[in-house]
């Protein structure tokens, strides 16, 4: 099945920085999301983005299907970003969701 | 107001038990999901559900049995709770089709004493 490789693993910010969380996957996909794990544990939809470029307020999203990576911007972190964030992706052959490992995301003021 | 909810967001109860986490969407999905989430915080999809059909069993033990009622509806019934089931449960829907997002709910807590 598809694999799904997040990076880093952890990153470290100070609030105001502006920040760039990558996703490979090995194959091609009809479905790829962006997820915020906030402290709570809640999981909140960022994005849906199987391709191009998509903006939510200090959020921006790009998938380049072709290269099989997709790059989630944040600008101007706040502590509230602070959290895990997760790419997700549905290879064309597959049967689910498939989760990266998560990068975790510490924005301190 | 809740598009997919779960209950109970916490549940934590003794080795041998039997327990269910109920799951309702509003959003009018026909496919429902359930995920683990382990303590290393790594999300795995366990079942899939179309409208009250089941699609994907990702060789979960057998202990751990879906229901649904009806397509608005996907619980979760784990018998004889092992030490190993303590992780966050997520239920999400989707519209049908491989290329819909889909949405989750917030989370239930098991904790195995």
């Known amino acids: 099945g598809i694999q799904v490789e997040q990076s880093p693993p952890d990153l470290i910010l100070q609030e105001g920085a502006n920040s760039t969380l990558r996703c490979n996957f090995s194959d091609s996909v009809n479905n790829l999301q962006w997820f915020h794990q906030n402290p709570w544990g809640q999981l909140i939809n960022l994005f849906y983005i199987p391709s191009g470029t998509k903006q939510n307020g200090r959020l921006s999203a790009t998938t380049v299907a072709t290269e099989r990576y997709s790059l989630l911007y944040i600008s101007s972190s706040q502590t509230t970003d602070s959290g895990v964030y997760f790419c997700a992706a549905w290879g064309r052959a597959g049967t689910a969701l498939i989760f990266g490992k998560g990068t975790t995301l510490s924005v301190s003021s | 107001d809740t598009a997919v909810s779960q209950t109970p967001k916490y549940l934590v109860t003794q080795m041998g038990n039997d327990k269910s986490i109920k799951c309702e969407q509003n959003?009018?999905?026909?496919?429902m999901y359930w995920y683990k989430q382990d303590s290393k915080k790594f999300l795995k999809i366990m079942f899939s559900?179309?409208?009250?059909?089941?699609?994907i069993n990702e060789t979960v033990p057998n202990r751990f049995s879906p229901k649904s009622p009806d397509k608005a509806h996907l619980n979760l019934h784990i018998n004889s709770l092992e030490l190993g089931d303590s992780a966050v449960y997520f239920c999400?829907?989707?519209?049908?089709?491989?290329?819909?997002?889909?949405?989750f709910g917030d989370g239930t807590r098991l904790s195995i004493l």
């Open positions: 959003l009018g999905h026909d496919t």
């Open positions: 559900y179309n409208n009250k059909e089941l699609i």
């Open positions: 999400a829907s989707s519209l049908p089709g491989v290329n819909q997002p889909q949405h």
